[in-house]
């Protein structure tokens, strides 16, 4: 993981992990052999976690976003190797392709269609550039469906929406 976001997370109090192998659980649940850094993520902390750059909050791996997935799946025919990673803002969602260590912005206009077809282009090449930008904001020229910066106390603390 990128040393910045590590230290960024581990100055922002996050929600540590206690229990891993359930994320282990999550993953075998999913049908999922997703990279490295993904798993070592999640292994590592637990919880919704907010960002300063973009609307979308990153789902908890264990339950909510296995039950996105699942409505990925079953409801949009997403492919098997990807994982919803955010409930839905402004129509899209957040979808990590196990296979091509690859972050999506989905919406249900047409990106959806793209993404099924394998024709959609990544936000982010990878799991760690995505959360390069979700958490310090690597990368930045636009923030991506932002809310108001503006609301007193807006994400002091990342872990918590």
């Known amino acids: 993981m990128n040393p910045k976001v590590e230290e960024f997370l581990e100055a922002s109090s996050c929600h540590f992990r206690s229990a891993p192998a359930e994320v282990d659980a999550a993953i075998e649940r999913l049908g ?40 990925g799946r079953t409801v949009h025919h997403f492919p098997t190797s990807m994982i919803v990673l955010s409930e839905e803002v402004a129509d899209a969602v957040l979808v990590y392709d196990t296979k091509k260590d690859a972050v999506y912005v ?29 958490f310090i904001g690597v990368g930045v020229d636009e923030p991506i469906l932002t809310v108001e910066q503006d609301i007193p106390g807006y994400l002091e603390n990342p872990c918590e929406p």
């Open 106 to 134: 989905v919406d249900f206009e047409r990106s959806d269609q793209e993404l099924k077809e394998g024709k959609l282009e990544p936000c982010w090449r990878s799991f760690e550039e995505f959360l390069a930008f979700y």
């Open 32 to 71: 999922v052999t997703p990279p490295r850094p993904f798993i070592e993520f999640y292994r590592r902390y637990r919880g919704v976690f907010g960002s300063r750059h973009t609307a979308f909050e990153l789902a908890e791996i264990v339950g909510h976003a296995e039950e996105l997935t699942t409505v």
